[in-house]
């Protein structure tokens, strides 16, 4: 304040949470354990001065979210109004960073992803902002490459961080820590020196940085060259040596064999190089490189293969190979099934560490299951990056270290770390829709592609690569769905507050005509394939939800207990619903990329019938109807695809664009509803009309499904993960289909399957 005494010492104490249990008493103090030897304190002592005084640290800065201060010589009202807090970072403007979605989970969770990739973007990318670390390794720096290059404009930084691992290397090998200080070893384990290809395969993907590739690919090489003599001498690529391995899956979940996750590094390193020797066109150093990856990979296979799976069969297992591409024909299907499975015996949660997590959604992708990868998104239970958001007891800003922070002791503990952060890259490119081709650097071929999960309504992005691509879409009418945690209340004073949960048919659906589905308490599952969890359950959650929503366009519903009641007193609960519109779906997008840039533009059909398709760029055209594409000079093609009825364009970017190129995708109806009912043993049927085909399956559960309605029914307490799965690979795209209900088809499951229960669409798009 004016007039201070000169001489008065004030002093700032900064934490990251609040003292409460375990760690001790919650009295309002802060917890500082966790910085270890990090003071994480500013003495400022004020001098003779006349009017206001600025001070702050110039020499260091501190990872914190909350401040004690001593010896302040105001009033608190004073204090708040005279204390501002700083997020210092490298200064990098957003990139796609900032896209969003109508999901509040989603947008809150892309926000915390954003907030520890600035807390650790200074000048080298550092591990953690807060305790006696704040280090640059290499893990961390790798795994979160695609995310931070997606998010913000990274081509300073990561060109500053290959020349800061080029400057580290000695004899072929980078250290775990760049720059090498402190901890860390020396040569890095290979799923920590993986960063260095990483980092420069993201400058060559996304940028089309070509100049960045031939400076570094030969130091880059020099790494793989070191770990393929370490696989020889360990006697094959399986024994490996590694270090930390799958870091820190949730507890109670085990660490996979470092030797597995070394020998996925050095194949994922290998596979890198590839790729930039090819965008190069260095031809035979490709060629070279693709018969070691020919061989790495037979080696993986004969290393790691244990009958029909890899390994224990979990999930980091799993994905590895599924995200390389490299399972066997043979073997593929037998794979997906057991991730399926697994994924559904743990509640659709993860058990993965930092490698498997960042391999587990493009696995997932890889088998479209991108329902169940918004699922692992929108989870607000433990462990998952909406409990970190969501829970009671110290609710997330950034990302944290550990799955299970709030329970753990002060030795590795941050509240503000990015290795987990890889989730973010995906969510833009599979769930968003924007992405650049496979195999294409820089942009100039781009995927977009709409409304992939009926989970979502909307989403939208923009970013500068380096001229701006936009994509954004919504989704009207037919099913619509959404998820909200409880939100703060007298009954639950320690949780966020969170807004109402927003339901809508969009301009182009009508109006709520039917409340599917709606749990208040601790209901499971995704949008179609919903479950009620008895023990936690407000029975006539559907009934106020119904006073809401029906006959509305949309409609805003209210999370707290204190309004809805408690029906598990102690639990964090959530509210899900699944409504029907009284208009079909339809689709409406619109997309503005440059001039030279060529785009694949795909709209899944959900079995609509008659689907039609409009164009406007200037002037509207119908570009799709009859089954038949009508070509303009922006669009050039377009296909349907039988087996996943889903329309693709291909559009072109024409001089003095300077305006969206806008679809609308509309139809007649959604497609009729087909059902299948077979008792555990027996093989059943389905048909379509004649003329029209498998599009869609609605819902599958062999076990013990609850058919009381058989058009809505619900996941029972046995439920085969596989179930829709298997089903797709069965029916989609034919008239007719016999499908099985066994443990050949299913697997194993000894929970008391009783029968298979099938919802399944037809369309006569394509006929």
């Known amino acids: 304040p004016e007039n201070t005494k000169a001489g008065t010492m004030v002093e700032l104490h900064h934490a990251e949470i609040p003292l409460h249990e375990p760690y001790g008493p919650k009295n309002g103090s802060l917890y500082f354990k966790n910085l270890r030897s990090a003071k ?203 270090y930390y391995g799958d870091w820190v899956p949730p507890p109670p979940a085990k660490k996979i064999s470092v030797h597995y996750t070394s020998a996925f590094a050095t194949i994922w390193i290998a596979e890198k190089l590839y790729d930039i020797a090819q965008a190069l066109g260095e031809n035979s150093k490709a060629q070279a490189l693709k018969r070691l990856l020919d061989n790495f990979t037979d080696q993986f296979n004969k290393g790691f293969v244990k009958g029909t799976t890899y390994m224990d069969g979990g999930q980091t297992a799993l994905v590895l190979p599924m995200s390389l591409g490299i399972v066997p024909t043979s073997m593929q299907s037998d794979v997906a099934k057991q991730l399926l499975d697994d994924l559904n015996n743990h509640g659709v949660h993860t058990t993965s560490g930092i490698i498997g997590v960042k391999s587990l959604f493009p696995a997932l992708s890889s088998i479209r299951r991108w329902d169940l990868g918004l699922q692992l998104c929108l989870q607000t239970d433990y462990p998952s990056w909406g409990w970190e958001a969501f829970n009671p007891y110290e609710p997330a800003t950034g990302v944290w270290e550990l799955w299970d922070a709030w329970t753990k002791g002060p030795g590795m503990n941050s509240r503000n770390h990015h290795m987990f952060s890889s989730v973010s890259a995906w969510m833009l490119t599979d769930l968003v829709g924007l992405s650049t081709k496979p195999g294409v650097n820089g942009y100039k071929e781009v995927s977009l592609t709409a409304a992939r999960v009926l989970g979502l309504q909307s989403a939208g992005a923009s970013m500068v690569v380096p001229k701006e691509i936009s994509w954004n879409w919504q989704r009207h009418g037919g099913i619509q769905c959404g998820k909200q945690p409880e939100g703060q209340s007298a009954h639950s004073p320690d949780l966020p507050v969170v807004p109402e949960l927003e339901i809508t048919c969009g301009d182009f659906g009508g109006v709520i005509q039917n409340v599917m589905f709606a749990s208040y308490g601790q209901p ?244």
């Open 524 to 767: 499971t599952g995704h949008c179609g394939m919903f479950k009620v969890d008895d023990s936690c359950n407000l029975k006539n959650s559907k009934s106020v939800v119904e006073k809401y929503c029906l006959n509305k366009k949309s409609c805003s519903i209210p999370t707290q207990s204190s309004i809805w009641g408690d029906p598990c007193f102690g639990k964090v609960k959530r509210l899900y619903v699944q409504v029907q519109c009284s208009e079909p779906l339809s689709i409406r997008a619109e997309t503005l990329f440059p001039v030279g840039t060529t785009a694949d533009i795909t709209f899944p059909l959900w079995a609509l019938k008659d689907p039609k398709v409009t164009f406007t760029y200037k002037t509207t055209s119908t570009i799709w109807d009859n089954n038949t594409f009508h070509p303009t000079k922006e669009i050039t093609s377009g296909t349907y695809n039988k087996m996943y009825d889903e329309l693709k364009f291909v559009g072109q970017g024409v001089v003095g664009n300077h305006r969206p190129y806008e679809f609308a995708v509309t139809g007649s109806a959604t497609g009729d509803n087909v059902v299948l009912t077979v008792p555990h043993g027996e093989i059943g049927t389905m048909s379509c009309p004649e003329g029209h085909h498998f599009a869609h399956i609605r819902f599958a559960s062999y076990g013990n499904p609850d058919t009381t309605d058989e058009l809505l029914p619900t996941v029972g307490s046995c439920h085969a993960g596989n179930s829709v799965y298997s089903v797709e690979q069965l029916c989609l795209g034919e008239t007719q289909c016999q499908v099985p209900a066994t443990a050949e088809v299913f697997g194993e499951h000894e929970c008391g399957v009783e029968q298979l229960h099938v919802v399944a669409a037809c369309t006569n798009a394509g006929q």
């Open 40 to 242: 994480a304190t500013d003495m400022f002592t004020t001098a003779p001065a006349k009017g206001k005084a600025a001070v702050q640290p110039k020499f260091t800065y501190h990872g914190f979210r909350y401040v004690r201060v001593i010896g302040y010589p105001g009033s608190l009202t004073q204090l708040k109004a005279n204390i501002k807090k700083l997020h210092f970072h490298t200064d990098l403007p957003l990139n796609a960073g900032g896209w969003k979605t109508n999901s509040y989970i989603l947008n809150t969770i892309q926000q915390h992803l954003l907030n520890s990739h600035a807390s650790n973007m200074m000048t080298i990318i550092t591990d953690c902002d807060q305790r006696d670390e704040r280090l640059g390794w290499m893990g961390d720096a790798g795994l979160s490459s695609d995310a931070m290059v997606l998010n913000y404009q990274t081509l300073s930084l990561h060109t500053n961080e290959l020349l800061l691992m080029r400057a580290e290397q000695s004899n072929g090998t980078v250290p775990d820590v760049v720059p090498y200080y402190r901890y860390g070893n020396r040569p890095a384990d290979p799923a920590w020196g993986l960063a260095f290809p990483q980092v420069l395969w993201t400058m060559v993907h996304y940028y089309g940085d070509l100049e960045l590739g031939k400076t570094f690919f030969d130091a880059c090489n020099d790494w793989l060259t070191y770990l393929t003599m370490r696989a020889e001498k360990a006697g094959g690529l399986p024994k490996i040596y590694g």
